[in-house]
């Protein structure tokens, strides 16, 4: 059957993630109506990543299968008619061969996690941003981060419901740099643990506020404890930026 993948920006917020689930819409279930819509058929759809509720998405990555060939032009041009009002598009649209898997054949996933620290609230990136109405040291957090470049145990920054077989990772880049009234987060890795990026900001926070080290971040996660995590932060910051193949 032809195979066919696409790139999908979302804004994450009136989503439940993107697993469908039973009694709330999910990213998946809106683009799964699309495609039957589109096409006559009702197909699963497989991403790159299972972001969660209020997780945003600028390039994430999915494929699906239909009985007969389309254009991917056509298939692009349908998809964002269908999807509307939905906060989904498909940006990008192309056939694949059998062998490509959305989740499977990614070699790796970029995420970036934006933390607003002005004092006035935000509006306009209201549900896009953490907001921390104070300074932060992006110097102290940036250091902080590179500590923990590589393959570890991530055991500190994983959820407690994390399915995944074993807790090592490796994080290939890990840093922070401060934009005007803006902390930026960048993280790469083949694959992350459930909650490891939002567990790995909320405990750099706590670097940047001035109450942790830098050390003390390394510690955390030297500790294999998820009782030595900082406070989680919030889903409305992060964002799946790209999947590489």
């Not at 699906?64 to 990008?92: C, G, M």
């Not at 607003?116 to 104070?134: D, S």
């Amino acid at each position: 059957m032809p195979r066919y993948k696409l790139t999908l920006e979302y804004d994450g917020t009136p989503f439940c993630g993107w697993q469908r689930q039973a009694d709330r819409l999910s990213v998946q279930e809106a683009l799964e109506i699309a495609i039957e819509a589109m096409s006559g058929e009702a197909v699963t759809t497989q991403a790159a990543g299972r972001t969660d509720a209020g997780v945003h998405a600028l390039g994430q990555v999915v494929h699906f299968e239909l009985s007969k060939e389309w254009d991917p032009f056509r298939i692009r041009e349908a998809l964002n008619y269908h999807l509307r009002p939905q906060l989904v598009a498909v940006t990008a649209a192309e056939a694949v061969g059998e062998e490509f898997e959305a989740r499977f054949s990614a070699v790796a996933r970029h995420y970036e996690y934006r933390i607003l620290t002005r004092r006035a609230p935000p509006v306009i990136e209201r549900n896009h941003v953490w907001h921390v109405p104070k300074k932060l040291d992006a110097d102290a957090m940036d250091y902080a981060a590179s500590l923990i470049l590589g393959r570890h145990d991530f055991t500190t920054f994983r959820s407690s419901e994390c399915q995944a077989n074993s807790p090592e990772r490796t994080l290939d880049a890990f840093a922070v740099r401060a934009e005007p009234e803006h902390i930026i987060v960048t993280a790469s890795a083949r694959s992350f643990l459930h909650h490891q990026v939002r567990s790995m900001v909320g405990s750099l926070k706590l670097v940047g506020e001035g109450k942790w080290k830098p050390r003390d971040f390394r510690a955390a996660l030297d500790a294999r404890d998820r009782r030595r995590c900082g406070p989680m932060a919030p889903s409305t910051g992060l964002y799946l930026t790209q999947v590489d193949y």
